[in-house]
């Protein structure tokens, strides 16, 4: 149980293209999603937090318009990366919070990535 | 604001050596501290995780305790295998005992173990 998976895993497009990502729980409710970003050989910075039925809250420094979020269904999230640009190339990692889950088994499960290049 | 370093990789071992990954942390109030694993071609997993300060976290032969003198969380496993090869993150949130804050990670470790 507690699987996430990512769609595309990887994906190449045009500089001023824009590119969507869906994360989807797929055996259980996600009222909150997690998208990270990840470089070569540097940690996973949280990029913003998705809540079901509302709007998404964004780190500091992580342009809204750039990176739309959609969480419209307690099993799906999207990132669409707007008008990209080589420099948006990168490891987009999601992660789902079990909705029903109590207390210390209210776990973070991650998604497999998906692998970003911007030409 | 919160952080986590883990030491420098790549780490490679023979089967059957001892395995050390260091992680320290800095962060305000009592941070929660994770230890996740991402095998090839798939998404991170929760190896082990530790609440509060002296506690021991442990799974599949891994442990790590939680030092608060230190703000230290390294990961120990006696005698590791082929299939422990994976990169290892450090992780923490603050507050609670559960991961559903924002983590935190290290830069990761890639441990890579030959027959």
């Known amino acids: 149980g507690a699987v996430v998976s990512q769609h595309p895993s990887r994906v190449i497009c045009k500089s001023g293209t824009s590119v969507k990502i869906e994360c989807r729980s797929l055996?259980?409710?996600?009222?909150?999603m997690f998208w990270y970003r990840q470089f070569p050989k540097q940690s996973l910075m949280l990029m913003a937090t998705?809540?079901?039925?509302?709007?998404?809250?964004?780190e500091q420094g992580v342009e809204k318009d750039k990176f739309l979020i959609n969480h419209a269904s307690l099993t799906l999230s999207t990132l669409t990366v707007t008008s990209a640009h080589p420099e948006d190339s990168s490891f987009y990692i999601c992660?789902?919070?079990?909705?029903?889950?109590?207390?210390?088994?209210?776990?973070?499960?991650f998604g497999p990535g998906t692998r970003l290049t911007v030409t | 604001g919160d952080s986590v370093t883990q030491m420098e990789g790549p780490v490679t071992l023979s089967e059957e050596a001892f395995l050390t990954i260091n992680c320290t942390y800095t962060?305000?109030?009592?941070?929660?501290l994770f230890w996740y694993v991402q095998y090839p071609g798939e998404g991170l997993q929760l190896l082990l995780k530790?609440?509060?300060?002296?506690d021991k976290g442990s799974n599949k032969g891994f442990e790590a305790t939680y030092r608060k003198e230190t703000t230290s969380f390294h990961l120990e496993k006696g005698s590791v295998q082929v299939s422990d090869s994976a990169v290892y993150f450090c992780?923490?949130?603050?507050?609670?005992?559960?991961?559903?804050?924002?983590?935190?990670f290290g830069q990761g470790t890639i441990l890579t173990v030959h027959p």
């Open positions: 992660s789902a919070r079990d909705a029903e889950a109590q207390g210390a088994k209210n776990e973070q499960y």
């Open positions: 055996d259980f409710q996600a009222t909150t």
């Open positions: 998705s809540n079901e039925g509302s709007k998404a809250t964004y």
């Open positions: 962060a305000t109030g009592y941070p929660s």
């Open positions: 530790a609440t509060k300060a002296d």
């Open positions: 992780a923490l949130t603050g507050g609670g005992g559960t991961s559903y804050g924002k983590l935190t």
